[in-house]
Nanobody
Framework: QVQLVESGGGLVQAGGSLRLSCAAS????????MGWFRQAPGTEREFVAA????????NYADSVKGRFTISRDNAKNTVYLQMSSLKPEDTAVYYC???????????????????WGQGTEVTVSS
């Protein structure tokens, strides 16, 4: 069974930075497309970023483009989300997810992901 464990969340002031990590175990990490999603209180889960199996291909939600960077280290079975220029509206619980399908393009839909972490909370104060 694949397990995903996020870390790196916390409280940060607006304009600050955080790096989230997601460590995977129990599967062949390099075979998964990986994504980050977030959910703020009272809102639906939304796509943040995704990365291909080897890492050269990434895509981002418009709301984070230019501020967030997704990357992965297949040797460490870990995917990262570097968040910069944080805004209060980035406050949410952030989840990493793994897609084991053979789709060509990383999906932005949560239902296309097979495994999920427990989430890590990010709070951005104004």
């Amino acid at each position: 069974q694949v397990q995903l464990v996020e870390s790196g969340g916390g409280l940060v002031q607006a304009g600050g930075s955080l790096r989230l990590s997601c460590a995977a175990s129990g599967g062949t990490f390099s075979s998964f497309r990986m994504g980050w999603f977030r959910q703020a209180p009272g809102t639906e889960r939304e796509f943040v970023a995704a990365i291909s199996r080897r890492g050269p291909s990434t895509n981002y939600a418009d709301s984070v483009k230019g501020r967030f960077t997704i990357s992965r280290d297949n040797a460490k079975n870990t995917v990262y989300l570097q968040m910069s220029s944080l805004k209060p509206e980035d406050t949410a619980v952030y989840y990493c997810a793994a897609d084991r399908s053979l789709r060509v393009i990383s999906s932005t839909l949560g239902d296309d992901y097979d495994y999920w972490g427990q989430g890590t909370e990010v709070t951005v104060s104004s």
